[in-house]
């Protein structure tokens, strides 16, 4: 809709979509997905293009405490949340305790990359607003999110909360017990370190 009487009311919401759009877009190329390739999988949804594709993938939320749309993992994951949330638990990283890493001067804090909060792995899902995961841990999510802090692991941690023999991190961080969020830092310029 566009018309004069609602600019006051339409601007803020334009102007969030764009956040999101742009947000969306850089998530996607650095996942690697910005390709036509990847957008135009068999059996996929058609897309028009990269950013149609993106905001349907990917799932943002407006923080709490900032008001700013941060990235909260795939849309898919939604579905698992239904209408039922705290909203006061829909907080960016950069305003939440987890955010114990250094912001990135580059990228802010759209590309902190957390360890998983079941295992010692790097988290690729950031799910419900409020836990990160590695994959097998998602996968599993309904029985790991649902162990006690007594019968969660050490640190070395495996995925599905498994514990580990020896006493060395696969992540080769100092972290907090396993249970608690705890972010590694920026992932697009670690990722640069390593090329």
């Not at 969306?24 to 990847?38: D, F, K, N, S």
């Not at 029985?143 to 019968?151: A, D, H, P, Q």
Request: charge should be negative.
């Amino acid at each position: 809709m566009i018309h004069p009487t609602l600019d006051e009311l339409l601007t803020p919401i334009r102007e969030l979509y764009k956040d999101v759009k742009r947000k969306a877009l850089m998530r996607l190329e650095y996942e690697g997905l910005h390709t036509v390739e990847a957008i135009m999988t068999p059996g996929a949804r058609f897309y028009n293009d990269p950013a149609s594709y993106a905001m349907d993938r990917y799932a943002y939320y407006v923080c709490y405490k900032c008001n700013k749309a941060y990235y909260g993992g795939e849309a898919r994951c939604d579905a698992e949340v239904g209408e039922n949330y705290d909203p006061t638990e829909l907080v960016c990283g950069g305003c939440s305790d987890v955010a114990r890493a250094q912001m990135c001067p580059k990228h802010g804090t759209d590309f902190l990359e957390y360890k998983c909060r079941y295992c010692c792995s790097v988290a690729v899902f950031f799910c419900f607003g409020t836990t990160h995961f590695c994959n097998p841990c998602h996968d599993d999510f309904q029985r790991v999110t649902n162990l006690s802090k007594s019968e969660l692991p050490n640190c070395p941690a495996g995925p599905k909360a498994k514990q580990l023999e020896g006493d060395e991190c696969p992540l080769h961080v100092k972290h907090p017990p396993t249970g608690e969020e705890f972010a590694l830092g920026c992932g697009v310029c670690r990722n640069a370190h390593t090329f």
